[in-house]
């Protein structure tokens, strides 16, 4: 079972599963995901969608094996929108998938970030770091759910032995990400093939890690596999700039557009890079696509989307 089978992340997810022969129940209340996302998938053998809020009990007939829990907006743009909805994807959601696996005797798997990392005092991050986190600010609704979400999933394996796996997410970017969702790939993508200026927050030095979804998935499915119990990061141990970002994505496009410059958030982390010796020990995982290679595959997927929406209208 896959919460959150319809969003970006959750729809590879589910498609990954089926391609190695798994049944797959993707759930989802589609708040942020989209039944698009999964046209490849719907009407296939093994594969059954499922409209529901994992904040609200949670029930499945029959057996089940694994339970994937990845549902929860996951955007900036989403943070200040629709803060409680992250909350309860967080907390309610957690606690009844974990019911479910507990009942069933099923892995459980969560999908957690590196947002749990907040603004991090040490470079890069290893999973042993607690964190630097303000559980009051504007981001504190989806930092603060995926701690919650950590303690509690490990709660359940220490006092009713849940079997238990916990991804941490790094920047992820790829296909089926949405349009205005306000991560910054999808961002300067959309703005650098539609003729905008790439809006690059504070002075552009600030750093993120960025991972393919294909690379990402597979890490998924590594960890699912394995023994370990514990968070892992999944993510790529390389890192660069936003304005070092915004000109690879205009060369890419092959954008006329320019980069213009506005405030940082509130709260946005310096710095963000994985330490991912223990996926690498342990899963025998790393990254093998490109940034500039991903970029690639990115941008021609919004290409053809925003051809198909103008064509659409």
Not at 110 to 121: K, Q, V
Not at 296 to 302: A, D, I, L, N, V
Request: with cysteine; proline share 6%; net charge neutral.
């Amino acid at each position: 079972m896959v919460s959150g089978g319809a969003g970006f992340l959750g729809s590879h997810l589910c498609q990954a599963l089926l391609a190695r022969g798994d049944q797959v129940l993707c759930m989802d209340n589609l708040v942020t995901g989209s039944e698009s996302n999964l046209a490849e998938l719907i009407g296939r053998e093994g594969f059954t969608f499922l409209r529901h809020d994992v904040s609200r009990r949670v029930s499945v007939d029959g057996p089940v094996d694994a339970v994937m829990h990845l549902a929860s907006p996951a955007s900036p743009r989403d943070f200040p929108e629709i803060p409680i909805k992250i909350l309860k994807a967080g907390s309610l959601g957690t606690h009844n998938l974990l019911g479910l696996a507990k009942v069933k005797g099923a892995r459980f798997f969560l999908a957690s970030t590196s947002e749990i990392y907040g603004d991090p005092l040490i470079h890069p991050q290893v999973e042993s770091y607690w964190g630097n986190v303000n559980p009051i600010g504007p981001r504190g609704v989806y930092d603060e759910a995926k701690r919650f979400g950590e303690a509690m999933t490990m709660a359940y394996h220490r006092q009713h032995g849940v079997d238990v796996r916990i991804v941490r997410i790094f920047n992820t970017y790829g296909p089926r990400m949405r349009p205005e969702d306000g991560r910054v790939v999808s961002n300067f993508i959309v703005q650098a093939l539609t003729g905008k200026s790439l809006t690059v927050y504070g002075d552009g030095s600030q750093t993120r890690s960025f991972c393919y979804a294909s690379d990402e998935i597979r890490g998924f499915l590594a960890l699912l596999d394995s023994n370990y119990v514990g968070p892992v990061n999944i993510g790529t141990p390389s890192e660069c700039t936003m304005l070092e970002l915004a000109k690879l994505v205009v060369e890419i496009t092959g954008s006329a557009s320019e980069i213009s410059f506005e405030p940082l958030p509130q709260d946005d982390p310096i710095q963000r890079r994985p330490d991912i010796s223990l996926a690498t020990s342990v899963l025998g995982w790393r990254p093998e696509v490109t940034l500039r290679e991903g970029l690639g595959r990115t941008s021609e997927w919004f290409a053809k989307e925003l051809r198909n929406k103008r064509a659409g209208a």
